[in-house]
């Protein structure tokens, strides 16, 4: 027994691991939350793209030697405003108008990391996630923004929730369904650009998405949802770090993967319980 | 919590306001164009629903129905005309207005009991920030008994059939404390039996008080059990009591050759 507590307190007795723990532990909250609505309605390639598009304001941080997470949130919140307006303005979908936005974004970070060879921060960084390197800087950000995310959350949970099930209900009864998408979509870039620095950009839609997905399977009421999908998150990005701690494996991949298996475990292993 | 008080009381005294004031009309819709690129969804339509009836709008697919509701409910303006719900602006009224909505216009992926779906009528009785209280929840468990639904109250909504998912849309009206129903679609995916059903409990409402429109574009036996038909098709073709309003002349104008398949059902 105290085998396994000294082997479950041994990593923090590193102050990286400790500040890894903060950012995966928040990580683990606000992407199952967020991911509730990714997955209900559909904004996986949304939240994809965001974590794409951000990519020109990383570096930007980096230029201005400014934290970088502060660089990517305006061009995050941007891009989730912009694609409802380029939407509405040609007539494209929704995906179309995400597909234009991340890949001309994604390209101009790719173009200003070339022009920029002096820079701290490799591709494979930005692409992978490096919670194991997170400053302190980062992990009180992280945290101020993520209170911030979940107050908002809590205060409008019956309004985005009627806007999520009934759109054209929610605009009759009054609600101001536009802003509330807004709403919505701002915190997903945030928190999209909060889980880039665990999991990086190609990871975070696994983080958002997987958890929920999961939970989603067993219960059939949205809180309950919620809560559960915030466990299993939790349990993913702090199992992930053990592993990363332990096994030397790359953190951001290793939290992708036991966020999968349990997943793959519920869809396959628990089918007695079917939903419908 | 001085704000909220003043906030309830303004809110009560507005609607205290408004029901000390009607006139007798619920609804109506005067000289109501709606133009889309020249084409006229809507030409001239007039009519009136009384307090405590209900009534059907009855027409073929892009017959300008669902513009109609849109009108009615502020979320298009008309291209000329007017609309009063209880004397007021659809803007002004929608406190006053419940929707059922079509369909394939609801997100049947989100997870949702049908407990929660009612009290998502007390969202707007509620207001911003404000979290449901006991008398809600009392409130809630009262519409579903009101529509028959006790026993699901855990199910989830995409697991109910159409009969019981309108059922569950009904109560969320009542949760809402709304005077207008307005059902679009009220009968798609509601096998004959539930139809039955349906049209009691809103005939009960109506006994109430409450006004109650919807629309359909199945041509039903049930029409004859509306105090008042309105077939539309862009313009009004006949508003009435079914009696008068759904006569063969008048349906195959409205449904075209086809209506001899329904006339019988009528």
């Not at chain 1, 606000?30 to 974590?51: E, K, N, Q």
């Not at chain 1, 997903?188 to 839609?205: E, H, N, S």
């Not at chain 2, 001239?44 to 300008?64: K, S």
Request: glycine residues 10%.
């Amino acid at each position: 027994m105290e085998a396994l507590w000294d082997a479950l307190l041994e990593p923090f007795r590193f102050s990286f691991m400790l500040r890894a723990l903060a950012v995966a532990v928040l990580v683990g909250v606000m992407c199952p939350l967020l991911g509730g609505y990714v997955i209900t309605r559909g904004l996986a390639f949304m939240s994809d793209g965001l974590a794409h598009a951000v990519m020109p304001g990383l570096i930007v941080g980096f230029l201005l030697g400014i934290n970088p997470l502060l660089g990517a949130l305006p061009i995050a919140v941007a891009m989730a405003v912009t694609v409802g307006a380029i939407e509405r303005r040609t007539g494209v979908s929704a995906d179309t108008a995400i597909g234009i936005m991340f890949a001309g974004s994604f390209a101009l970070g790719l173009v200003l990391l070339k022009l920029t060879p002096a820079l701290p921060v490799s591709v494979e960084d930005l692409l992978l996630g490096q919670i194991l390197g997170v400053s302190a800087e980062d992990v009180w950000i992280t945290g101020g923004l993520a209170v911030v995310v979940l107050a908002t959350l809590t205060l409008l949970h019956k309004e985005l929730v009627f806007v999520s099930f009934d759109p054209v209900g929610a605009q009759v009864a009054g609600l101001k369904t536009t802003w509330l998408d807004h709403v919505l979509f701002v915190l997903l870039a945030v928190v999209v650009v909060l889980t880039l620095q665990a999991v990086g950009t190609i990871l975070v839609m696994a983080m958002l998405v997987v958890p929920a997905a999961t939970a989603y399977q067993v219960v059939r009421s949205f809180v309950p949802m919620l809560l559960l999908s915030v466990g299993l998150g939790v349990l993913a990005a702090v199992a992930g770090l053990y592993s990363s701690f332990y096994l030397n494996l790359p953190s951001g991949p290793a939290m992708t993967l036991i966020a999968t298996a349990l997943f793959m475990l519920v869809t396959f292993g628990a089918r007695a319980r079917s939903r419908r | 919590m001085l704000y909220l008080v003043i906030g309830e009381s303004l809110k009560r005294g507005y609607l205290n306001g408004v029901n000390s004031q009607l006139p007798g009309a619920a609804l109506t819709v005067q000289d109501v164009s709606v133009v889309y690129d020249g084409q006229a969804a809507l030409h001239h339509v007039t009519f009136e629903v009384a307090r405590g009836q209900l009534v059907g709008v009855l027409g073929p697919n892009g017959a300008g129905k669902s513009t109609l509701l849109n009108v009615i409910t502020g979320l298009e303006r008309p291209s000329m005309g007017s609309v009063l719900v209880y004397g007021h602006p659809p803007e002004d009224a929608k406190r006053l207005v419940a929707y059922v909505p079509q369909h394939e216009r609801v997100n049947w992926r989100f997870p949702m009991t049908a407990y929660d779906l009612v009290m998502m009528g007390r969202c707007t009785v509620l207001g911003l920030f404000r979290r449901p209280s006991r008398l809600d929840r009392e409130r809630v468990l009262e519409c579903l008994e009101r529509v028959g639904l006790t026993h699901l109250s855990k199910a989830s909504v995409g697991t109910l059939s159409g009969g019981e998912r309108q059922r569950a849309f009904v109560a969320r009206a009542l949760a809402q404390e709304a005077e207008l129903v307005l059902l679009d679609e009220a009968f798609s995916g509601v096998d004959v039996g539930s139809q039955e059903s349906l049209v009691e409990i809103l005939l009960g409402l109506r006994n109430e008080g409450k006004t109650i429109v919807l629309v359909t574009h199945d041509l039903t036996g049930l029409a004859r059990r509306f105090d008042a038909c309105l077939c539309l098709n862009h313009h009004v073709c006949a508003y009435g009591p079914p009696g008068v309003t759904l006569t063969p002349e008048l349906l195959r104008e409205l449904y075209g050759a086809h209506v001899g398949l329904f006339a019988g059902g009528i």
